[in-house]
Structure formats: structure tokens, C-alpha cells
């Protein structure tokens, strides 16, 4: 029986088929190499490395709002002194309790409103009149809770305390007592947070609580990285910054005032 084979292919053109038998098969192309977009890679990376920082964050965020104290415990012990972040009118009536129940000997109030006399303040704690006529300084240089951290160092030193009670928002503590322990690093701070203002476990039923919790948590990371990187903080420019100016308000004297 006679075989045949047959090769077919456009005049003036090279075969590019080649028949054995009575079948036909392709000759394979050559495969080009495959390479791979650095770009693609890029963004590939980029994606991961989004949804990791995202993830963080959030556990992060989940870690700050969880430690946060929602009920108030009165201090372990006593202390020398007792400073009060300005925010709002529970904290000071809790600081002036605590001054009243014995827990310190003098009390600050930082942060007050230029407009605002001893006398406005004391209306608003009758019952304790006497004591602010003895033993309550009021700060009114602090502009922001670096200005806070600045004037309390200032009256601690002037009054050499060793210990000092910090009473402020459950939400706002954790930043205070950073921007603290930068510039008071070698005294003792007894956390007071007043829990009466926000229960910061209702953040993921209610906005209102969410946004302040979690404005406060950006601003506790920005203390946190910023305090790594500095010094003393009435020299620091971020704080400068941040303040429009300055953390302090200036006086017509080189020393803090205190009415």
C-alpha cells in the first residue's frame, strides 16, 4: 500500500503546515516571554499594604477605645497636688471633690478662659468656696493640652510636688498623660478619668460618640509619634504648629500666672 504525504501553502509563501499521512499539524509558534508590569506589582503591593495599615489601625482603635475607663474609681492614694484639664464643668467639680475629700494639698485649674474669674468658677461649686480661697491656683496661659502639660510642670516644680492627681475626660486621658509623662517624666501622675461626659463602648451605635472617640484616638497616635521625636516641649516647633503660635498664652511677665 502506497503512502503519501502532501504540503499545501500559498504560492510564493513558506509552508508553514505539514501533512503526514492524511492529518495536518501546526508547526507551535515560538512563546514569548512573559514579564510582568513593575506597576501591577506596585500596585499590588500597595493594595496589601493598605489593607494591613487598615486592619492595624483598626485593631488599634478597638485597643484605645476598650481601655477607657466608663466608670469613675476613686485614686488609690493621696498626692501632693491635683491638676485639672479644662473641657468641661464635671471635671473641675470632681477635682475640687477630690481636693475637699483630702486627697491633695492645692489644686490647678489649667486652661482657663481669660473671661472667666475665680469668682464665675466658685459659683458653680458653692459648697467649696472656701477652698478657693486657700488652696486653688488657676492657670490661664494653656492653650491645648500641651499648654496643659507645660503650666502643670511650671506648678509642680514652684510647689515641689512629687505626685499629682490628673483629672480630665475618660477619652482625653490617655493623651494628657502622654503629653505628661514628656514633660514631667520623673513625677508620679495618678490617673482620674470622669466618665460622665461619653461611654466610649456606645461608639458603634451612636456617631456622636464614634467621632469623638475616634478624633481622639488620631490625636493620641499624632502625641505618641510626635513626643518620640522631641524635646523639651516649650521648644518644640511641631508644638508651635499646632498651637497657631504657641501651647502658651503670653504674659507681660516671664513667669506663669496663676489667679
Known amino acids: 500500500m502506497t503512502s503519501r504525504t502532501q504540503s499545501w501553502s500559498a504560492p510564493g509563501a513558506m509552508d508553514t503546515t505539514e501533512a503526514v499521512g492524511w492529518g495536518w499539524s501546526m508547526q507551535d509558534a515560538p512563546e514569548r516571554p512573559v514579564h510582568r508590569s513593575w506597576t501591577r506589582r506596585l500596585l499590588g503591593l500597595g493594595f496589601w499594604a493598605a489593607a494591613a495599615a487598615l486592619v492595624v489601625g483598626f485593631l488599634g482603635f478597638l485597643g484605645f477605645v ?64 472656701r477652698l478657693f480661697e486657700c488652696c486653688v491656683d488657676l492657670d490661664y496661659r494653656a492653650r491645648n493640652t500641651i499648654g496643659n502639660a507645660i503650666e502643670t510642670r511650671r506648678w509642680a516644680e514652684k510647689n515641689s510636688f512629687d505626685t499629682i492627681i490628673v483629672v480630665t475626660s475618660n477619652y482625653h486621658m490617655p493623651r494628657t498623660l502622654v503629653e505628661l509623662d514628656h514633660a514631667l517624666p520623673n513625677l508620679q501622675k495618678i490617673p482620674y478619668p470622669v466618665a460622665a461626659t461619653i461611654d466610649p463602648h456606645d461608639w458603634w451605635h451612636n456617631p456622636a460618640v464614634a467621632r469623638v472617640v475616634f478624633t481622639e484616638y488620631l490625636k493620641f497616635l499624632a502625641v505618641w509619634v510626635r513626643t518620640r521625636f522631641e524635646g523639651d516641649p516649650e521648644r518644640s516647633s511641631v508644638a508651635h504648629i499646632i498651637s497657631g503660635g504657641s501651647p502658651i498664652k503670653k504674659q507681660l511677665v516671664a513667669e506663669p500666672v496663676w489667679r
Open 66 to 129: 476598650y481601655s477607657l475607663d466608663r466608670f469613675e474609681q476613686p485614686p488609690e492614694t493621696r498626692a501632693d497636688g491635683i491638676a485639672v484639664m479644662t473641657g468641661g464643668a464635671q471635671r473641675i467639680g470632681d477635682a475640687i471633690d477630690l481636693l475637699a475629700k483630702g486627697y491633695a494639698k492645692r489644686l490647678l485649674i489649667s486652661g482657663v478662659n481669660e473671661r472667666t474669674s475665680r469668682d464665675q468658677i466658685a459659683d458653680l461649686n458653692p459648697g467649696q468656696r
